[in-house]
């Protein structure tokens, strides 16, 4: 099945500092997904990106599906930001994301 | 509703026990799909629903573990004699179809003891 890998596992940034996340998988895809898992375990939507880019206030995203590849950007960095941030992709059947492992944020003021 | 429900939150269970977890996805989602996510992990497929039909239960982990969505709407995910290794949330997420935008409710904190 299709392989989903995040780097780095885990960031820490002082408030203000950029970073990006990268989500590399094994296969073309028809759904790609950021989340941002808050402490309390809710999965917030942060883009439906299966190609291009797309920014929304701080954060901005780009696949490049030819490639395989996601990436996800932050910037200006704030203590609520932290958290796990997953990449999740579609099987070729459609009927299941597949999560990557995923990357813990850690800011700081 | 607005978004995913699922209840209850928090559930302990004792090892032997059955339960069951509910979810209510988004108004006029086709697809369902059932995770569970241990400590530490990324969300773990269990299973697909299209409406009413079952497509996919492959991730379900053995056949103590069983799902329905009887009228293409709300579904439940029952575990049946329990055991610590279930112990976990699980969560509920709902699309419009297909490969569209998927929506993750809060989950349910099981913990068996």
Redesign the interface.
């Known amino acids: 099945g299709i392989q989903v890998e995040q780097s780095p596992p885990d960031l820490i940034l002082q408030e203000g500092a950029n970073s990006t996340l990268r989500c590399n998988f094994s296969d073309s895809v028809?759904?790609l997904?950021w989340?941002h898992q808050n402490p309390?375990?809710?999965?917030i939507?942060l883009f439906?990106i299966?190609s291009g880019t797309k920014q929304n206030g701080r954060l901005s995203a780009t696949t490049v599906a030819t490639e395989r590849y996601s990436l996800l950007y932050i910037s200006s960095s704030q203590t609520t930001d932290s958290g796990v941030y997953?990449c999740?992709v579609?099987n070729q059947?459609?009927?299941?994301?597949?999560?990557?492992?995923?990357t813990t944020l850690s800011v700081s003021s | 509703g607005a978004g995913v429900s699922q209840s209850p939150r928090y559930k302990v269970a004792k090892r032997g026990q059955d339960v069951a977890l509910r979810c209510d996805p988004i108004s006029g989602h086709v697809s369902l799909f059932w995770y569970q996510q241990a400590l530490g992990q990324g969300p773990e497929f269990l299973t697909y629903f299209q409406n009413e039909a079952q497509l996919d239960k492959s991730g379900l982990p053995s056949d103590r573990f069983f799902a329905e969505r009887p009228e293409g709407s709300v579904s439940t995910l029952k575990i049946q004699r329990t055991q610590q290794e279930d112990s976990a949330v699980y969560l509920c997420a709902s699309s419009f179809y297909g490969n569209t935008e998927a929506f993750f409710g809060q989950g349910t904190r099981l913990t068996v003891v």
């Open positions: 028809n759904n997904q989340f309390w375990g809710q999965l939507n439906y299966p997953f999740a579609a059947a459609g009927t299941a994301l597949i999560f990557g492992k995923g």
